[in-house]
């Protein structure tokens, strides 16, 4: 296994070859980078409800701090360019800046809500999360400074699909590298039994914290990345409704399992988009048809969540991982 830097590097040098080779497909470039970003919100969130067996339900407002954040912090620097470098590099450097900002005060944000509300259990910590999402989401309709109901404009659209997916690569290798590390083990042990768990030592709630904090890093990454993509960062992106997506995703792919949360997010994100194309074609091209997708969304998603409960209770993948069974496959092929 390469281990290092070495993985995020040749990750970056694929991730500039395609958004080179096929930057100039507009569509093809929104639909790739929201693909993306629902794919950092849901294997991000699997870390709280699949790896450590708790349930958050309001991942949209971090996914909002990230987006407001990083989207002030550019708009601020839309100017500026850091010495001899060209604009392009500039650009992309101010970037990263502003998504690790975006990240970093989300996880300020995961830290002030986690320390309190992850000694709670069950309901009582999804009625937390849920009240914090609804709060972020409110303040920003409410301030004017933010754009208010309208939604902040002008954020420079610097975020290609590239970038998008370099991040897609960095949350799936946390995801792998933590589940496999001594503090992954002592997740598992929380989700399967918390009272075991401590028992045995493991400091529960500092543990608990943690995978909270780290979760919300990314989700503040993703909201950032949202907003350099998107020409308005509107409040009505950050809703209940936003968060239940990303819980369905994960469900139906397989509580605590990475490759899981991977294939529902990219499947539930070009389901409308593939409902719009068939009702427009069954239409005879009335667009009217097609604007109906966004109405109809949820109750779909809310039978292929039915439908996958009645059939495979533990989701598509279960606990399963796609490198476990690489890995099988090559021990069976070298015996």
Partial sequence: MIRGAAPAILAA??????????GEWAFFGYLASLVGVNVILAVSLNVINGMTGQFSIGHAGFMAVGAYTGGILSLATAQDRIGVLPEVVSDQLFLVGSLCAGGTVAALCGLIV???SLRLRGDYLAIVTLGFGEIIRVIVQNTQALGGALGLSGVPQRAGFGMVWFWVFLVVLMARRLA????GRSLWAIREDEVAAEAMGVDTTSYKVRAFVLSSFFAGVAGALFAHFVPI????SFTFVKSMEIVVMIVAGGLGSTTGAFTAAVFLTLLP???RSLFTTLGGG???????VDQVRMPIYGVLLVLIMLTRPQGIFGTHEAWDAV?????????
Avoid: T, Y
Wanted: hydrophobic fraction near 40%.
């Fill in 13 to 22: 040098v694929g991730c500039i070859a395609l958004q080179a080779l096929l």
């Fill in 286 to 292: 009335d667009p009217s048809l097609a604007q109906k």
């Fill in 233 to 236: 960062v509107n409040p009505g």
């Fill in 180 to 183: 496999a590390s001594p503090h």
């Fill in 273 to 275: 988009e593939g409902m």
């Fill in 327 to 335: 890995a099988r496959w090559r021990k069976k092929a070298r015996a």
């Fill in 114 to 116: 986690g320390l309190p």
